[in-house]
């Protein structure tokens, strides 16, 4: 299941952007994060596929979500300006952000790409 991160869970287990200017991920899995509102058509296209992904990927990979309107700082911080907009986060190499509703089968080629899940 994937789960919904506030900026404070986000500087835990994501990265504290408030403290470092450099990238430097929390995390001991790779991970996607959803940057998404309700209101967003788009956006309920991805969900239910990244809830598959969690579930069918749990142990190898972490699926957050952040929800742009109540969370705007930090989707300022990401200089995120259209949702969706994916973050795929690597354990050991630089994020890299993917926008628009992506199908399933690109989300399985990035995570097989960027974050080397299979």
């Given at each position: 299941?994937?789960?919904?991160?506030?900026?404070?869970?986000?500087?835990e287990?994501v990265?504290?952007?408030?403290?470092?200017?450099?990238?430097?991920?929390?995390?001991?899995?790779?991970?996607?994060?959803?940057?998404?509102?309700?209101?967003?058509?788009?956006?309920?296209?991805?969900?239910?596929?990244?809830?598959?992904?969690?579930?069918?990927?749990?142990?190898?990979?972490?699926?957050?979500?952040?929800?742009?309107?109540?969370?705007?700082?930090?989707?300022?911080?990401?200089?995120?300006?259209?949702?969706?907009?994916?973050?795929?986060?690597?354990?050991?190499?630089?994020?890299?952000?993917?926008?628009?509703?992506?199908?399933?089968?690109?989300?399985?080629?990035?995570?097989?790409?960027?974050?080397?899940v299979?």
């Amino acid at each position: 299941m994937a789960e919904l991160l506030t900026k404070e869970t986000f500087k835990e287990k994501v990265f504290n952007f408030e403290e470092k200017n450099e990238w430097d991920y929390q995390g001991d899995l790779p991970a996607i994060v959803d940057f998404y509102a309700d209101w967003c058509g788009p956006c309920k296209m991805v969900a239910p596929i990244l809830e598959e992904i969690s579930t069918e990927y749990q142990g190898k990979m972490h699926v957050y979500k952040i929800d742009t309107d109540r969370e705007q700082e930090l989707a300022a911080a990401f200089g995120i300006q259209s949702i969706p907009s994916l973050l795929f986060i690597p354990v050991n190499d630089p994020p890299q952000m993917a926008q628009g509703a992506l199908p399933r089968e690109s989300l399985l080629k990035a995570m097989k790409d960027i974050l080397h899940v299979e």
